[in-house]
C-alpha cells in the first residue's frame, strides 16, 4: 500500500544513495578502464540466440514499464524523470555514452506512457 507522505529524508537519502551507484556505470573513471578492460572478469560473447531472447525481453519489460507507468500518479511519474536526471558521473569521472542514453530512454518510457494516460480520460 502507498504511503502517504513517501519523500521523507531517509526516502531521499535512501534514493540518493542507490542513484549515486549509477554514477560510473560502465566503469568509466578518470584514466582507469572498466574491470571488464583489465581483464579480471572474463565475459564469454552472448550467441545469436541469447541476443535474440535478451532483445525480446527487454522489450517485453519496456512494454511492461509502459503499462505501468500510464497508471502511475503524477508524482510518481515526476520522481521517474528526476531518477533520469540523476543519471551523470561523479566530479572527475567521464561520461558513459550508455549511462545517458539510459537515462533519456528512461525519459521516453514515461513520455511514452503518457500517450496512453491520455487515452484513459
Known sequence: MPRENSDTSSDRDQRQRALSRWDNEGGAGPDTGSALDTGRITVPDLTNAELVTLRI?????????????????????????????????????????????????????VERANHFRDLES
Open 57 to 109: 525481453r527487454v522489450i517485453a519489460l519496456e512494454n511492461l514499464m509502459i503499462s505501468l507507468l500510464a497508471t502511475a500518479s503524477d508524482d510518481q511519474l515526476q520522481l521517474a524523470r528526476e531518477m533520469a536526471s540523476y543519471i551523470s558521473p561523479r566530479p572527475g569521472f567521464t561520461q558513459h555514452p550508455l549511462t545517458i542514453h539510459a537515462a533519456a530512454h528512461m525519459v521516453d518510457l
